[in-house]
Nanobody
Framework: QAQLAESGGGSVQAGGTLRLSCELSTHTSSGYCMGWFRQAPGKEREGVASIDHDGTVSYEESVKGRFAIRKEAKNIVYLQMNSLKPEDTAMYYC?????????????????WGQGTQVTVSS
């Protein structure tokens, strides 16, 4: 069993930056794949970035070069978001799983946070 807690959302103007944080609480020593997903109003949830326990990362095409995911400790992950655009506005969710393989496929993920809102104004 694991729990996730996100923080760091907010409102910024286009071109601004935000950093989201996610802390995974667990009693196991398993390595986790952790990912960030987002869901805009009226749209399906989509994967944004993922990082495996060995540091391997993946990004959704529209955020490459603007967003960076990194792991500071075993179970703390950050999503640095630069050059934000209005289309980045969404609820952002942190997720994790301990299965083999790490990608943006959300069906893999077993644990989800409550979400943090990111709003980018033009």
């Amino acid at each position: 069993q694991a729990q996730l807690a996100e923080s760091g959302g907010g409102s910024v103007q286009a071109g601004g930056t935000l950093r989201l944080s996610c802390e995974l609480s667990t009693h196991t020593s398993s390595g986790y794949c952790m990912g960030w997903f987002r869901q805009a109003p009226g749209k399906e949830r989509e994967g944004v970035a993922s990082i495996d326990h060995d540091g391997t990362v993946s990004y959704e095409e529209s955020v490459k070069g603007r967003f960076a995911i990194r792991k500071e400790a075993k179970n703390i992950v950050y999503l640095q978001m630069n050059s934000l655009k209005p289309e980045d506005t969404a609820m952002y969710y942190c997720a994790a799983h301990a299965h083999w393989g790490c990608s943006l496929g959300q069906d893999q993920y077993d644990y989800w946070g409550q979400g943090t809102q990111v709003t980018v104004s033009s």
